[in-house]
């Protein structure tokens, strides 16, 4: 059974740095053909893809967050660490990590407040 939990602070100041870090059970995270993504949903507003991390090591981002956002992994942990630079009020969001669309954590409330 693949698990995701998610985890990370809940409250990050304007202009500083959200890190995130979901952390997969069941299945390594190098298995063949996963994909593992991070994805938010700001209040109001529908699901958001951020970008993902795959299975070989190589990654993708959503083109309007490309230039503030870093998703790495740690093998020995099968964890993977999304970071959020510059975060605005905007980045107000349930952040989700979900493996290839099948497996979902449990989303995490992350608000941004000057």
């Known amino acids: 059974q693949v698990q995701l939990q998610v985890s990370g602070p809940g409250l990050v100041r304007t202009s500083q740095t959200l890190s995130l870090t979901c952390t997969v059970s069941?299945?390594?995270?190098?298995?063949?053909?996963?994909?593992w993504s991070w994805i938010r949903q700001s209040p109001g507003k529908g699901l958001e893809w951020i970008g993902y991390m795959a299975y070989s090591g190589d990654t993708d981002y959503s083109p309007s967050l490309k230039n503030r956002t870093s998703i790495s992994r740690d093998t020995s942990k099968n964890q993977i660490t999304l970071q959020l630079n510059f975060v605005l009020p905007e980045d107000t969001a349930v952040y989700y990590c979900a493996g290839s669309y099948a497996y979902w954590g449990q989303g995490t409330q992350v608000t941004v407040s000057s």
């Open positions: 069941g299945t390594p995270i190098t298995a063949n053909y996963h994909y």
